[in-house]
């Protein structure tokens, strides 16, 4: 390091606190006490709807925990996704974004939605982006779909940034106030409505490397204020692709690494793996040989000797890691997607008191993921589909060198890399169409109260369609590497045997297809709502809002043809179709019931109550109370209760069953690298030898085990209760500082997710659980591990509790301009998981460790320090990045080192008219920091949730208003 980035780096943690960081807001998002920047709702009397109630408030008097991120917030990031600017909120768990590329290498994961190719997802608290509920200017907004399942989360990436205003977010269970779903907290995102002219912006950026180049550009327009307002705008986003192979940490499988004998490659290899025939041991068992072919054989079939599987004058020779295939390099670190939006807002007055609006959305997104050649082949001990691994090969096939036909009596398994079909490609389209219509307006009640109403109706649809290329039928494979003389019309005998370059042209016409998936969701709903207060307290008027809501929710998922039919050699996959409807009613007070008096500046208390009937889960009544006391002026606390619920999503309720390759270290092998193994634990080896595996050992074959998921229409809802307890002190004699702590504790019970493959099998072996044993399948004789049964249901629970601390400072405007400095910190003190078992629960606490597959970071400490300087036509901003170490318990808790990392930007603008043109740079990762390598997590040796991509991010910014 030299003596500059030393200093830098010192002076960027000084201004952070580095000494303390955690995660954080980006740019200049506000807290609680921060009234919205850039807000143009109208506000009758300095009263409006604030996101976490349904009745008007001053929002400087919020009583729950939120943070306000507006469109002068998200361009300082640099950013191109608003969701890659919430998933650094000190609160953010992380969810999809583009730096996870799971189609072809993961399969469907173990929550009912499908991939999820190309989405982007907010998660909160570390409790799943299903448990966030994404609303639009306050009313609930479609789901998903990347035509792969039915997911039960929204897609951010279908919402145009240049609809956006500002978001909200609350960060506290809000089921009461908003219904399912809001069990983590709710993200509001709040369009324009009002704007006066045209405005516009530019962006290109890309990573020092040469790649990951992105192009943005937004434009709006509006008519200005009157009786009607309209506001129309566009925005387009291309990102190009970064290669895992264009970074050291993801060339090969085993983290910074440049060979495949420090693990992580693939048994699937392109001059083909056969296990077979053997020799029986001391115990009678048959020690099957494990062979590969020394190199392509082309115009001949390979010579074998089956006196001497190993001759050197033969065409085998003994299988060793250093055999195997590097699959690292096909693969995406940053997918490529490209985005198209539009939006309009219009409304008209009707009369004085009345407003009628319509709000429209239309979005496309198109995106691709990428994997290596596709793994196919057959045998007992695949693992792959049930027509794969039930195939023979006929004795009479043209290409077979073993002279008889290769079934379950003598062969375990052969696998070959597909790599004349070329790499898995994975196209998506996915088309979003939103529209609402509200009418509103307001009428007087005597006393001079004020009471707004409004009633509102909505309709979103995701359609998408996915293109795969490279994929096998199996049902052809099966016929033409079956006996020649059912090899008829246009069948092709098939060579498996030849290794690479060997399967001809004919061959690949004959069982290759284009695989073409689509999914569509839909939702649509009706609401009502008026706010008002009924009289007079001491504190100030008791409040009140009530409110009904009709919701019915559609989806459906349909495969290929031939992989519905089972012909797939890549992910099986059947159709999946469903639908309910909710009925719900609520209401909400708040009383403030003193203000003005000794040590009680305000006291006030809220309530809510809501009623919920779902179709699919029955009925359900969910409570929140809450107080907001200020025994001074410039004190604030906070406490509140929340009961919250989540019914099953379409996917978890009828999501058929499917496939997710999960990489696992089988502690039963002698190749393994689990802590508690076969090769230092008695106990681990005597079950693993009670389970089917031999007494000699076995090395397993493939590091990815196959995981069957799918829905469970047996699923109940999921239920929560969570506790918050704050105060925010912002004193007179500073203005503009602002001081904010709160503290969360959230239980849900009945918690609907599939237990963790890797949890499955370490209960198998290391406690002879009866019902973990009763999940888990190998091939019988060797020992092999091929499958782990991993279908939702309703766990035990989770318990997280965490601390959120956070300090604002921003300065009046100065002869130097006005100074800003923000510090926002989330402190991660419990996560369990709690799991049943055959004896009663396990409980897995998560607090400061990598969870493995899927991919996901606990961190214990996140943190965000921004400072933030605008001067007479030039600003900066210094921002500084903070993630805390974390322990990997299925790497022999192999630790990955805390990481800081450092933003900067530089501004201009024209002095006399700064919101006329404005003109950026800017650099994210300044320092080049590494991302540290996760050895357990999915692919790319990296933890997409917590890590920027490797390298320095620049980027130019241009602006302009007329």
Same mark, same amino acid.
């Given at each position: 390091?030299?003596?500059?980035?030393?200093?830098?780096?010192?002076?960027?943690?000084?201004?952070?606190?580095?000494?303390?960081?955690?995660?954080?807001?980006?740019?200049?998002?506000?807290?609680?006490?921060?009234?919205?920047?850039?807000?143009?709702?109208?506000?009758?009397?300095?009263?409006?709807?604030?996101?976490? !109630?349904? /009745?008007? +408030?001053?929002?400087?008097? =919020? @009583?729950?925990?939120?943070?306000?991120? $507006?469109? %002068?917030? #998200? *361009?300082?990031?640099?950013?191109?996704?608003?969701?890659?600017?919430?998933?650094?909120?000190?609160?953010?768990?992380?969810?999809?974004?583009?730096?996870?590329?799971?189609?072809?290498?993961?399969?469907?994961?173990?929550?009912?939605?499908?991939?999820?190719?190309?989405?982007?997802?907010?998660?909160?608290?570390?409790?799943?982006?299903?448990?966030?509920?994404?609303?639009?200017?306050?009313?609930?907004?479609?789901?998903?779909?990347?035509?792969?399942?039915?997911?039960?989360?929204?897609?951010?990436?279908?919402?145009?940034? !240049?609809? /956006?205003? +500002?978001?909200?977010?609350? =960060? @506290?269970?809000?089921?009461?106030?908003? $219904?399912? %779903?809001? #069990? *983590?907290?709710?993200?509001?995102?709040?369009?324009?409505?009002?704007?006066?002219?045209?405005?516009?912006?530019?962006?290109?950026?890309?990573?020092?490397?040469?790649?990951?180049?992105?192009?943005?550009?937004?434009?709006?327009?509006?008519?200005?204020?009157?009786?009607?307002?309209?506001?129309?705008?566009?925005?387009?986003?291309?990102?190009?692709?970064?290669?895992?192979?264009?970074?050291?940490?993801?060339?090969?499988?085993?983290?910074?690494?440049?060979?495949?004998?420090?693990?992580?490659?693939?048994?699937?290899?392109?001059?083909?793996?056969?296990?077979?025939?053997?020799?029986?041991?001391?115990?009678?068992?048959?020690?099957?040989? %494990?062979?590969?072919?020394?190199?392509?054989?082309?115009?001949?079939?390979?010579?074998?000797?089956?006196?001497?599987?190993?001759?050197?004058?033969?065409?085998?020779?003994?299988?060793?890691?250093?055999?195997?295939?590097?699959?690292?390099?096909?693969?995406?670190?940053?997918?490529?997607?490209?985005?198209?939006?539009?939006?309009?807002?219009?409304?008209?007055?009707?009369?004085?008191?009345?407003?009628?609006?319509?709000?429209?959305?239309?979005?496309?997104?198109?995106?691709?993921?990428?994997?290596?050649?596709?793994?196919?082949?057959?045998?007992?001990?695949?693992?792959?589909?049930?027509?794969?691994?039930?195939?023979?090969?006929?004795?009479?096939?043209?290409?077979?060198?073993?002279?008889?036909?290769?079934?379950?009596?003598?062969?375990?398994?052969?696998?070959?890399?597909?790599?004349?079909?070329?790499?898995?490609?994975?196209?998506?389209?996915?088309?979003?169409?939103?529209?609402?219509?509200?009418?509103?307006?307001?009428?007087?009640?005597?006393?001079?109260?004020?009471?707004?109403?409004?009633?509102?109706?909505?309709?979103?649809?995701?359609?998408?369609?996915?293109?795969?290329?490279?994929?096998?039928?199996?049902?052809?494979?099966?016929?033409?590497?079956?006996?020649?003389?059912?090899?008829?019309?246009?069948?092709?005998?098939?060579?498996?045997?030849?290794?690479?370059?060997?399967?001809?042209?004919?061959?690949?016409?004959?069982?290759?297809?284009?695989?073409?998936?689509?999914?569509?969701?839909?939702?649509?709903?009706?609401?009502?709502?008026?706010?008002?207060?009924?009289?007079?307290?001491?504190?100030?008027?008791?409040?009140?809002?009530?409110?009904?809501?009709?919701?019915?929710?559609?989806?459906?998922?349909?495969?290929?043809?031939?992989?519905?039919?089972?012909?797939?050699?890549?992910?099986?996959?059947?159709?999946?179709?469903?639908?309910?409807?909710?009925?719900?009613?609520?209401?909400?007070?708040?009383?403030?019931?003193?203000?003005?008096?000794?040590?009680?500046?305000?006291?006030?208390?809220?309530?809510?109550?809501?009623?919920?009937?779902?179709?699919?889960?029955?009925?359900?009544?969910?409570?929140?109370?809450?107080?907001?006391?200020?025994?001074?002026?410039?004190?604030?606390?906070?406490?509140?209760?929340?009961?919250?619920?989540?019914?099953?999503?379409?996917?978890?309720?009828?999501?058929?069953?499917?496939?997710?390759?999960?990489?696992?270290?089988?502690?039963?092998?002698?190749?393994?690298?689990?802590?508690?193994?076969?090769?230092?634990?008695?106990?681990?080896?005597?079950?693993?030898?009670?389970?089917?595996?031999?007494?000699?050992?076995?090395?397993?074959?493939?590091?990815?085990?196959?995981?069957?998921?799918?829905?469970?229409?047996?699923?109940?809802?999921?239920?929560?209760?969570?506790?918050?307890?704050?105060?925010?002190?912002?004193?007179?004699?500073?203005?503009?500082?602002?001081?904010?702590?709160?503290?969360?504790?959230?239980?849900?019970?009945?918690?609907?997710?599939?237990?963790?493959?890797?949890?499955?099998?370490?209960?198998?072996?290391?406690?002879?659980?009866?019902?973990?044993?009763?999940?888990?399948?190998?091939?019988?004789?060797?020992?092999?591990?091929?499958?782990?049964?991993?279908?939702?249901?309703?766990?035990?629970?989770?318990?997280?509790?965490?601390?959120?601390?956070?300090?604002?400072?921003?300065?009046?405007?100065?002869?130097?301009?006005?100074?800003?400095?923000?510090?926002?910190?989330?402190?991660?003190?419990?996560?369990?998981?709690?799991?049943?078992?055959?004896?009663?629960?396990?409980?897995?606490?998560?607090?400061?460790?990598?969870?493995?597959?899927?991919?996901?970071?606990?961190?214990?400490?996140?943190?965000?320090?921004?400072?933030?300087?605008?001067?007479?036509?030039?600003?900066?901003?210094?921002?500084?990045?903070?993630?805390?170490?974390?322990?990997?318990?299925?790497?022999?808790?192999?630790?990955?080192?805390?990481?800081?990392?450092?933003?900067?930007?530089?501004?201009?603008?024209?002095?006399?008219?700064?919101?006329?043109?404005?003109?950026?740079?800017?650099?994210?990762?300044?320092?080049?920091?590494?991302?540290?390598?996760?050895?357990?997590?999915?692919?790319?040796?990296?933890?997409?949730?917590?890590?920027?991509?490797?390298?320095?991010?620049?980027?130019?910014?241009?602006?302009?208003?007329?």
């Amino acid at each position: 390091m030299t003596k500059f980035e030393l200093f830098a780096r010192s002076g960027t943690a000084g201004i952070a606190i580095a000494a303390a960081l955690a995660n954080a807001s980006p740019g200049h998002a506000q807290q609680t006490e921060q009234s919205p920047q850039n807000t143009t709702v109208e506000t009758s009397g300095g009263t409006i709807v604030v996101t976490g !109630s349904r /009745i008007r +408030r001053d929002p400087l008097d =919020q @009583d729950a925990p939120i943070v306000y991120v $507006g469109q %002068d917030d #998200i *361009a300082k990031t640099g950013l191109a996704s608003v969701n890659d600017v919430l998933q650094r909120l000190p609160s953010s768990g992380g969810g999809l974004n583009s730096k996870f590329n799971n189609s072809g290498n993961l399969g469907n994961p173990p929550d009912g939605g499908g991939v999820g190719a190309g989405a982007a997802e907010i998660d909160l608290r570390y409790l799943g982006s299903r448990r966030v509920l994404v609303l639009v200017d306050g009313i609930r907004y479609v789901n998903g779909a990347s035509a792969s399942g039915v997911p039960g989360s929204t897609d951010l990436n279908s919402i145009p940034e !240049s609809a /956006i205003e +500002r978001i909200e977010v609350l =960060q @506290d269970g809000a089921s009461a106030i908003y $219904g399912s %779903d809001a #069990i *983590a907290g709710v993200v509001n995102i709040i369009t324009k409505k009002s704007q006066e002219g045209l405005r516009a912006s530019a962006q290109v950026g890309g990573y020092g490397q040469g790649d990951g180049f992105t192009k943005s550009a937004q434009v709006s327009w509006g008519n200005g204020r009157g009786p009607t307002q309209i506001v129309v705008g566009a925005n387009y986003v291309q990102q190009d692709g970064v290669l895992a192979g264009s970074r050291a940490i993801s060339r090969f499988p085993a983290p910074y690494s440049d060979t495949c004998l420090d693990g992580g490659c693939s048994g699937f290899v392109p001059l083909g793996r056969f296990i077979v025939f053997g020799t029986p041991n001391a115990q009678g068992q048959i020690v099957r040989n %494990d062979l590969t072919l020394r190199g392509p054989v082309i115009g001949r079939n390979p010579v074998y000797n089956a006196g001497n599987p190993t001759d050197p004058a033969s065409d085998f020779k003994a299988f060793t890691d250093a055999d195997r295939f590097n699959f690292g390099p096909f693969n995406y670190l940053q997918i490529p997607v490209e985005r198209y939006g539009a939006f309009i807002n219009a409304r008209q007055e009707l009369s004085d008191s009345i407003n009628f609006s319509v709000r429209g959305i239309w979005n496309q997104r198109k995106s691709k993921n990428q994997a290596a050649p596709l793994p196919f082949g057959f045998g007992p001990a695949a693992g792959l589909t049930p027509v794969l691994d039930a195939i023979t090969v006929d004795a009479t096939n043209p290409f077979n060198p073993f002279g008889v036909t290769l079934d379950a009596s003598n062969t375990d398994l052969v696998y070959r890399r597909f790599v004349e079909g070329g790499p898995r490609r994975f196209n998506q389209t996915v088309t979003t169409i939103y529209g609402v219509a509200t009418l509103d307006g307001s009428f007087d009640v005597g006393g001079g109260s004020k009471w707004y109403w409004d009633i509102n109706a909505a309709y979103g649809r995701n359609k998408a369609k996915q293109a795969m290329y490279g994929n096998i039928n199996s049902d052809r494979l099966r016929r033409a590497l079956g006996p020649v003389a059912d090899c008829t019309d246009e069948c092709v005998p098939f060579n498996i045997f030849g290794g690479v370059g060997s399967i001809t042209q004919p061959m690949l016409d004959y069982v290759m297809f284009t695989q073409r998936d689509r999914s569509r969701q839909s939702t649509f709903s009706a609401s009502a709502n008026i706010t008002g207060s009924l009289f007079d307290l001491p504190g100030g008027p008791l409040g009140i809002a009530v409110g009904a809501e009709y919701r019915k929710l559609k989806g459906s998922f349909d495969p290929d043809p031939i992989v519905a039919a089972g012909f797939s050699s890549d992910i099986p996959a059947l159709p999946t179709r469903g639908s309910y409807n909710v009925k719900e009613a609520y209401a909400e007070l708040s009383a403030p019931v003193l203000s003005d008096v000794p040590f009680i500046d305000l006291l006030e208390f809220t309530g809510a109550v809501r009623w919920s009937d779902y179709s699919t889960s029955g009925s359900t009544t969910t409570l929140k109370g809450g107080v907001n006391w200020k025994p001074i002026q410039d004190l604030r606390l906070r406490a509140s209760y929340a009961e919250g619920f989540r019914a099953p999503s379409i996917g978890e309720l009828f999501g058929t069953q499917s496939r997710f390759d999960q990489p696992i270290n089988d502690p039963c092998s002698t190749s393994t690298t689990a802590g508690q193994n076969w090769n230092n634990n008695p106990t681990i080896r005597a079950n693993c030898i009670a389970q089917g595996v031999p007494a000699a050992g076995y090395a397993q074959a493939n590091p990815q085990i196959s995981v069957l998921v799918g829905g469970n229409q047996d699923l109940a809802a999921e239920s929560s209760k969570s506790w918050i307890f704050g105060g925010v002190y912002s004193p007179s004699f500073i203005p503009g500082l602002s001081i904010e702590g709160n503290y969360y504790d959230i239980k849900i019970k009945g918690a609907i997710q599939a237990v963790n493959a890797e949890i499955t099998l370490g209960q198998c072996v290391a406690q002879n659980d009866a019902d973990a044993c009763a999940l888990v399948t190998r091939a019988p004789g060797g020992g092999q591990l091929t499958f782990i049964e991993g279908l939702l249901q309703n766990i035990a629970g989770i318990r997280t509790k965490g601390i959120d601390a956070n300090l604002t400072y921003r300065t009046q405007k100065t002869s130097a301009g006005r100074f800003g400095f923000t510090w926002n910190n989330t402190i991660l003190t419990r996560y369990d998981v709690i799991v049943p078992t055959a004896d009663g629960a396990l409980v897995v606490s998560r607090e400061g460790t990598e969870q493995g597959s899927p991919s996901q970071a606990f961190p214990k400490w996140k943190s965000v320090g921004i400072l933030d300087w605008d001067g007479t036509s030039i600003g900066a901003t210094l921002t500084g990045r903070y993630v805390s170490a974390i322990r990997e318990p299925l790497a022999d808790d192999n630790r990955l080192k805390a990481r800081f990392y450092t933003d900067f930007q530089l501004r201009w603008f024209p002095a006399e008219n700064p919101e006329a043109f404005g003109f950026a740079l800017g650099v994210n990762n300044l320092f080049n920091v590494k991302a540290p390598g996760c050895i357990s997590c999915d692919i790319n040796n990296f933890d997409p949730t917590a890590y920027d991509l490797p390298g320095r991010y620049y980027y130019v910014r241009a602006s302009f208003k007329m």
